[in-house]
């Protein structure tokens, strides 16, 4: 069945380091646009990064996580990933995946896509 699976949150310290990961079962993720979400408490969803379909083109990267965060895939995996470095407090929350298979809008409007997976928590304190 189509399912898209995020691993790899937990605790950690302010200037640590995580790696998550989004794994699909029932479709070959390369062919899918993968974006990246994130919610605070308190706060609505926001976009963290996108990748697109089929290439390691254009990636796209909030302002607050650029420099910070790297999104790469592993399709022998049907995973992709998403480093993230020198986190901050501001940077904890639930973290989604979520796959498109066809986008014609910003990758920031979240109706574009077709699958979500249920959330895995980051946690950034001493």
């Known amino acids: 069945q189509v399912q898209l699976v995020e691993s790899g949150g937990g605790l950690v310290q302010p200037g640590g380091s995580l790696r998550l990961a989004c794994t699909a079962s029932g479709f070959i993720l390369r062919d899918y646009g993968i974006g990246w979400f994130r919610q605070a408490p308190g706060k609505g969803r926001e976009g963290v990064a996108y990748?697109?379909?089929?290439?390691?083109?254009?990636?796209d990267y909030a302002e607050s996580v650029k420099g910070r965060f790297t999104v790469s895939r592993d399709n022998a995996k049907n995973t992709v990933l998403l480093q993230m470095d020198s986190l901050k407090p501001g940077d904890a929350g639930i973290y989604y995946c979520a796959a498109v298979e066809s986008r014609w809008g910003p990758w920031t409007a979240q109706n574009w896509y077709n699958y979500w997976g249920q959330g895995t928590q980051v946690t950034v304190s001493s």
């Open positions: 990748t697109p379909p089929r290439t390691d083109g254009h990636i």
